[in-house]
């Protein structure tokens, strides 16, 4: 079946470093892929998304770009700050209106 | 602002007792909404798919009679934790489609159930 592999956290950074939080995934055809995160005593909320292969998604300077050769779906930013301290998951659908396949979550802590 | 609400946000109840968690989208109707739980440190497993006018599926593992769930209108789906023990203690969290082709999940801010 489907499945997404993240690297383990936590990962703690110092502010302004750069972010890197590396996913993977396992799935037929072709699925649109997440990044959601979940801050302190909140719900999960939308960070970005790609919805095919080579598309990058952006939101609050992450990045993270469809890469279907190494079915990879890299977050990245350049320079973090303590605000983006959270949860990140990554996560596939194969299509509107199913439920998402998400990985384990990976904790990152920046301190200033 | 938030797009589905769930009620309550945290709920204690002691061993056998039953627990109703609401989730509701506020501006939109979804005749399709998830429900998942949430272990601590682990990642969000889908439980089952509620379906609005018709029962809910559920994933390989999850007890239908003991987590029912009842889409009774296109913005209420609960999920009710019959004879709740310490080990349905977790963080339940659903979802709702929305969109043209209802491709971006909404999620609701989760319900932390403990059980005592």
């Known amino acids: 079946g489907d499945s997404v592999t993240q690297m383990e956290g936590p990962v703690t950074l110092s502010e302004e470093a750069f972010l890197t939080i590396n996913c993977t995934y396992t799935?037929?055809?072709?699925?649109?892929l997440f990044w959601y995160v979940q801050y302190p005593g909140e719900g999960l909320q939308l960070l970005l998304k790609?919805?095919?292969?080579?598309d990058k998604g952006s939101n609050k300077g992450f990045e993270a770009t469809y890469r279907k050769e190494t079915t990879s779906f890299h977050l990245e930013k350049g320079s973090v700050q303590v605000s983006d301290s959270a949860v990140y998951f990554c996560?596939?659908?194969?299509?509107?209106?199913?439920?998402?396949?998400f990985g384990k979550g990976t904790r990152l802590s920046v301190i200033a | 602002g938030a797009v589905v609400s769930q009620h309550p946000s945290r709920v204690i109840c002691k061993s056998g007792t039953s627990v109703k968690i609401e989730c509701r989208s506020l501006d939109f109707q979804a005749t399709t909404m998830f429900w998942y739980r949430q272990f601590p440190k682990q990642s969000l497993m889908l439980m089952a798919t509620s379906n609005e006018g018709s029962k809910a599926t559920y994933e390989q593992g999850v007890e239908k009679d003991k987590f029912l769930i009842n889409h009774a209108s296109l913005t209420l789906s609960t999920l009710t934790v019959t004879s709740a023990h310490p080990e349905d203690s977790s963080f339940y969290i659903c979802?709702?489609?929305?969109?043209?082709?209802?491709?971006?999940?909404?999620f609701g801010p989760g319900t932390r159930l403990l059980v005592l």
């Open positions: 979802s709702a489609p929305r969109g043209v082709g209802q491709e971006t999940q909404y």
């Open positions: 996560a596939l659908q194969h299509s509107g209106n199913t439920p998402l396949v």
């Open positions: 799935a037929t055809g072709y699925p649109s």
């Open positions: 790609a919805t095919k292969a080579d």
